[in-house]
């Protein structure tokens, strides 16, 4: 059984900047899939960015670009949400996911076949 471990969140104030990690096996982070999504109370899950290892392509939802970036350290099978100019709409609980294959548009939780437990991050204004 996967399991995906991130790490990074916490309570930043507006205009702040976190960094999220995840841990993802080896044959994942080399040609897989990998992302990042989010959900606030009463709200559903939205994904936020993906990496697709095969072509180094990246994926940002239209709410985060020019914001946040993705991106994979391939040595230490570690994929990254650097995330910058915070605001208090970004605030939610924060996942990661992954797939050895890409299994259809990126931005559909269903594509993902492992998932992390989550990280909070909490953005004040």
């Known amino acids: 059984q996967v399991q995906l471990v991130e790490s990074g969140g916490g309570s930043v104030q507006a205009g702040g900047s976190l960094r999220l990690s995840c841990d993802v096996p080896?044959?994942?982070?080399?040609?897989?899939?990998m992302g990042w999504f989010r959900q606030a109370p009463g709200q559903e899950r939205e994904a936020v960015a993906a990496?697709?290892?095969?072509?180094?392509?990246?994926y940002y939802a239209d709410s985060v670009k020019g914001r946040f970036t993705i991106s994979r350290d391939n040595a230490k099978d570690t994929v990254f949400l650097q995330m910058n100019s915070l605001k208090p709409e970004d605030s939610a609980m924060y996942y990661c996911a992954a797939s050895p294959r890409w299994g259809g548009p990126w931005y559909l939780p269903g594509q993902y076949q492992y998932w992390g437990q989550g990280t909070q991050v909490i953005v004040s204004s």
């Open positions: 990496f697709y290892a095969t072509y180094g392509s990246t």
């Open positions: 080896g044959y994942i982070a080399s040609s897989g899939i």
